[in-house]
């Protein structure tokens, strides 16, 4: 055993500091009787929530902080993203006769790779959303309209990270090895102009969701308008799915057609071909952005704060006390 466990020391202190409250633990070697400790953790545990939420609000965004606030999207809820890129593609994709044409079909496509499947292009999308989100914030200064100019700067300038994991989510039947095969495939085919069609319908779209967040913020009939604007313009990111994949490996669609997409949708699938994998992706939004509009606006800031307080014992709710 002596010579076994120093290998397995490493997941057992793992599993240690995941199941284990170390600052009660740390409590309990010293004296006073077990309630009294267990009271002081509680408080603890109010204070540093407390700190951590008031960091979040009123200092300059981190880029760890931001990734944590999304951490499900990228674990967890990994495969939504590629779920509903998968669908919004289908209908086009040289494979499409090989899966369902519904949204369970594209889900068991994903599923047919295992569970590596589901995070493939999972990294490109990590990198796209910090590079864009994060320096939003970064330079926005808690103020939406900079939030939206900002967006659209950084997702014009990593837009071809946009495309890069578009076609490694479309890529059911692992036609690229990886990245760098995929782009030498694209480029010697279309030119590196490929990995910037569809960029309008995405400064568009990215432009309905700030207005959203903004009207979410904002804590006014706003909300009414920039919410429907917001769910209609998920027709723009199927069109601009469509016109990554036209032309490239993955689809019989040749480029050319690019200018009468539209046209060819509404006639191939009708309205309806616009909202595939509309479901997943309103579902992956809700659960992953519900923090977002509490970054602009001053009185969500200060009931998600007052909220926290309120978990304090009375004695330690006053002003003076989180001052």
């Given at each position: 055993?002596?010579?076994?466990?120093?290998?397995?020391?490493?997941?057992?202190?793992?599993w240690?500091?995941?199941?284990?409250?170390?600052?009660?633990?740390?409590?309990?070697?010293?004296?006073?009787?077990?309630?009294?400790?267990?009271?002081?953790?509680?408080?603890?545990?109010?204070?540093?929530?407390?700190?951590?939420?008031?960091?979040?609000?009123?200092?300059?965004?981190?880029?760890?902080?931001?990734?944590?606030?999304?951490?499900?999207?990228?674990?967890?809820?990994?495969?939504?993203?590629r779920?509903?890129?998968?669908?919004?593609?289908?209908?086009?994709?040289?494979?499409?006769?090989?899966?369902?044409?519904?949204?369970?079909g594209?889900?068991?496509?994903?599923?047919?790779?295992?569970?590596?499947?589901?995070?493939?292009?999972?990294?490109?999308?990590l990198?796209?959303?910090?590079?864009?989100?994060?320096?939003?914030?970064?330079?926005?200064?808690?103020?939406?309209?900079?939030?939206?100019?900002?967006?659209?700067?950084?997702?014009?300038?990593?837009?071809?990270?946009?495309?890069?994991?578009?076609?490694?989510?479309?890529?059911?039947?692992?036609?690229?090895?990886?990245?760098?095969?995929l782009?030498?495939?694209?480029?010697?085919?279309?030119?590196?102009?490929?990995?910037?069609?569809?960029?309008?319908?995405?400064?568009?779209?990215?432009?309905?969701?700030?207005?959203n967040?903004?009207?979410?913020?904002?804590?006014?009939?706003?909300?009414?308008?920039?919410?429907?604007?917001?769910?209609?313009?998920?027709?723009?990111?199927?069109?601009?799915?469509?016109?990554?994949?036209?032309?490239?490996?993955?689809?019989?669609?040749?480029?050319?057609?690019?200018?009468?997409?539209f046209?060819?949708?509404?006639?191939?699938?009708?309205?309806?071909?616009l909202?595939?994998?509309?479901?997943?992706?309103?579902?992956?939004?809700?659960?992953?952005?519900?923090?977002?509009?509490?970054?602009?606006?001053?009185?969500?800031k200060?009931?998600?704060?007052?909220?926290?307080?309120?978990?304090?014992?009375?004695?330690?709710?006053?002003?003076?006390?989180?001052?």
């Open positions: 055993m002596n010579h076994i466990y120093p290998y397995f020391k490493p997941v057992f202190d793992l240690g500091s995941l199941t284990t409250d170390q600052r009660f633990k740390d409590l309990t070697e010293f004296p006073g009787d077990w309630h009294t400790k267990w009271i002081a953790n509680e408080r603890y545990k109010v204070n540093d929530k407390y700190k951590a939420e008031y960091e979040r609000f009123y200092e300059e965004p981190s880029l760890v902080n931001t990734l944590w606030d999304n951490k499900y999207r990228f674990t967890l809820l990994a495969f939504v993203e779920w509903y890129n998968v669908r919004q593609a289908q209908g086009f994709l040289k494979s499409r006769f090989q899966i369902p044409n519904n949204d369970i594209a889900l068991n496509a994903i599923r047919s790779h295992g569970l590596l499947g589901s995070f493939r292009g999972n990294l490109l999308n990198v796209h959303f910090a590079g864009v989100h994060y320096h939003a914030l970064l330079y926005a200064r808690d103020s939406p309209l900079k939030y939206i100019f900002y967006s659209t700067l950084f997702e014009f300038a990593l837009y071809p990270l946009d495309t890069l994991r578009t076609l490694h989510y479309a890529d059911i039947n692992r036609q690229f090895k990886h990245s760098f095969d782009v030498t495939q694209v480029v010697q085919k279309n030119g590196l102009g490929h990995f910037y069609r569809g960029v309008d319908l995405k400064l568009v779209y990215n432009l309905f969701f700030a207005m967040i903004w009207g979410l913020s904002s804590d006014s009939n706003l909300v009414y308008l920039t919410f429907p604007l917001w769910l209609s313009s998920y027709g723009l990111l199927a069109m601009k799915t469509r016109l990554q994949i036209a032309g490239s490996p993955l689809s019989y669609l040749p480029a050319e057609e690019g200018s009468n997409l046209n060819l949708v509404i006639r191939k699938e009708s309205i309806r071909g909202f595939k994998g509309f479901v997943p992706f309103v579902a992956l939004n809700l659960a992953a952005a519900y923090h977002l509009p509490s970054l602009f606006s001053e009185e969500k200060r009931s998600v704060l007052k909220s926290i307080k309120d978990l304090a014992p009375p004695e330690q709710r006053e002003p003076a006390y989180w001052s």
